[in-house]
C-alpha cells in the first residue's frame, strides 16, 4: 500500500534560518502531494499542494517540488519565523483514491 | 468562504451519556470526513461520506455513528464511549473523494470520555 515517510522531530531552529522537512513516499502512479500544518490546538490547514512530476507547490514562503525520480516533496523555507512553530504533515493521495495517506508528522519549533 | 466548522470546540462526557459532534460546511463540497487523532499523532479516518453516501467506514466500533443529513452538515453520535475514545475529532471536506480535490478540515472537537 501507500506510505510517507517523515523525518522525525522536533526540528528546532533559531528565527531566521533555513528550514529543510523531508518527505519521501511509495506509492504506484502518480499521486497528488500535499503540506499541512497543525498549529497547537488547532486542526489542520493545507500549505501547499503538488499535482504532477515537478510541479512546485508555494505559500506563505514554503516551497515543495514533486521529485518522481525521487519520490519526495521536501518542505522549505528561506527564513523561518517563531509563528512557523507547528507540526507539519506530509501526505499524499492516489487520483483515483478514496483517502489521504498521512506521513507521521514533524513538529518545528522556532526559537527567537 | 473557505470554512470547515466544527461545534463543540471542546467536550467532556461520561461512558453512558450520548453526545454529538457536528461539522458544518458550504464550499459545495460533495465528500466529507471524519478523522480522529491522538496527540502526537498523524489523523486516522474514521468515515468518508460522498454525495451524502458513506462510502467508507474504516472498521470504526459501533458507538461511532456517522449521519450526512445534507450536503452541509456531518454529524457523529457518540454513545457509550470508553475512555481510550479521547481524542481530537476532525472534521475535513472536498469537492470530491479522490485525488486533485484537497482537503479542508476543520479546527476539530477536542473529546475527553471520562
Known amino acids: 500500500g501507500d506510505s510517507v515517510t517523515q523525518m522525525e522531530g522536533p526540528v528546532t531552529l533559531s528565527e531566521e534560518a533555513f528550514l529543510t522537512i523531508n518527505c519521501t513516499y511509495t506509492?504506484?502512479?502518480?499521486?497528488?502531494l500535499f503540506w499541512y500544518v497543525q498549529y497547537p490546538g488547532e486542526g489542520l490547514q493545507l500549505l501547499l499542494k503538488?499535482?504532477?512530476?515537478?510541479d512546485k507547490g508555494s505559500n506563505k514562503g514554503f516551497e515543495a517540488t514533486y521529485r518522481k525520480e525521487t519520490t519526495s516533496f521536501h518542505l522549505e523555507k528561506g527564513s523561518v519565523q517563531v509563528s512557523d512553530s507547528a507540526v507539519y504533515f506530509c501526505?499524499?493521495?492516489?487520483?483515483?483514491?478514496?483517502?489521504?495517506?498521512f506521513g507521521g508528522g514533524t513538529r518545528l519549533m522556532v526559537k527567537p | 468562504d473557505t470554512e470547515v466548522t466544527q461545534t463543540p470546540k471542546h467536550l467532556v462526557m461520561g461512558m453512558t451519556n450520548k453526545k454529538s459532534l457536528k461539522c458544518e460546511q458550504h464550499?459545495?463540497?460533495?465528500?466529507m470526513y471524519w478523522y480522529k487523532q491522538k496527540a502526537k499523532k498523524p489523523p486516522e479516518l474514521m468515515f468518508v461520506?460522498?454525495?451524502?453516501?458513506?462510502?467508507i467506514n474504516e472498521s470504526v466500533p459501533s458507538r461511532f455513528s456517522p449521519e450526512c443529513p445534507n450536503s452541509s452538515l456531518l454529524n457523529l453520535h457518540l454513545h457509550a464511549l470508553q475512555p481510550e475514545d479521547s481524542a481530537l475529532y476532525l472534521c475535513?471536506?472536498?469537492?470530491?473523494?479522490?485525488?486533485?480535490?484537497?482537503?479542508?478540515f476543520g479546527q476539530g472537537t477536542r473529546l475527553t470520555v471520562v
Open positions: 461520506y460522498s454525495y451524502e453516501k458513506l462510502s
Open positions: 503538488a499535482t504532477k512530476a515537478d
Open positions: 464550499m459545495g463540497h460533495r465528500a
Open positions: 475535513a471536506s472536498s469537492l470530491r473523494q479522490g485525488g486533485f480535490a484537497e482537503a479542508f
Open positions: 506509492a504506484t502512479g502518480y499521486p497528488s
Open positions: 501526505a499524499l493521495i492516489q487520483n483515483a483514491g478514496n483517502m489521504l495517506t
